[in-house]
């Protein structure tokens, strides 16, 4: 694929990063975010929830921007534009459903079964969450 031979030459994709990759449990909802690579970055979408769950076609309805609202939850894309920076992803964004509001983040794994995620609205205003790895 076009894609596999992107990231076989792209340095900014460090082995240590990798681990970011996969599915995580947060600790919102039992939510489910599947991580994987869009082109140098990583990207996460959003597969399942206690929402979703109940209900599979639930609707973006607190987005802050009103022409989005329409569009599904399941599979929404609510992580996107992170930088490799040594063993940690950095300057990108997550996107809160619960609340209609887009963050500044960073992923920084800590273990080969945890990430700590820390979106801020300005620093120091943030907060961090601890996602665990689903096998």
């Known amino acids: 694929m076009a894609l596999a031979a992107t990231f076989a030459t792209a340095p900014a994709v460090a082995a240590g990063n ?3 990759l996969g599915k995580w449990r947060t600790p919102s909802k039992n939510g489910v975010v599947e991580i994987s690579r869009c082109g140098t970055s990583i990207c996460g979408r959003l597969v399942e929830s206690d929402n979703i769950r109940s209900n599979p076609g639930l609707a973006d309805l ?3 921007d009103t022409s989005k609202r329409g569009r ?7 992580l996107g534009g992170f930088k ?5 992803w950095d300057g990108g ?6 609340d209609g509001g887009t963050y500044k983040a960073t992923i920084t ?3 080969a079964d945890t990430l700590k ?3 801020c609205i300005v620093w120091p205003l943030c907060k961090t ?3 665990t790895r689903i096998r």
């Open 62 to 64: 607190n987005n802050k």
């Open 109 to 111: 794994p800590a273990g």
């Open 129 to 131: 969450q601890t996602w």
């Open 18 to 20: 990798e681990t970011a």
């Open 84 to 88: 490799a920076k040594g063993n940690q």
């Open 93 to 98: 964004t997550i996107y809160n459903p619960e």
């Open 117 to 119: 995620l820390k979106g």
């Open 72 to 78: 599904k939850l399941k599979g929404l894309q609510i």
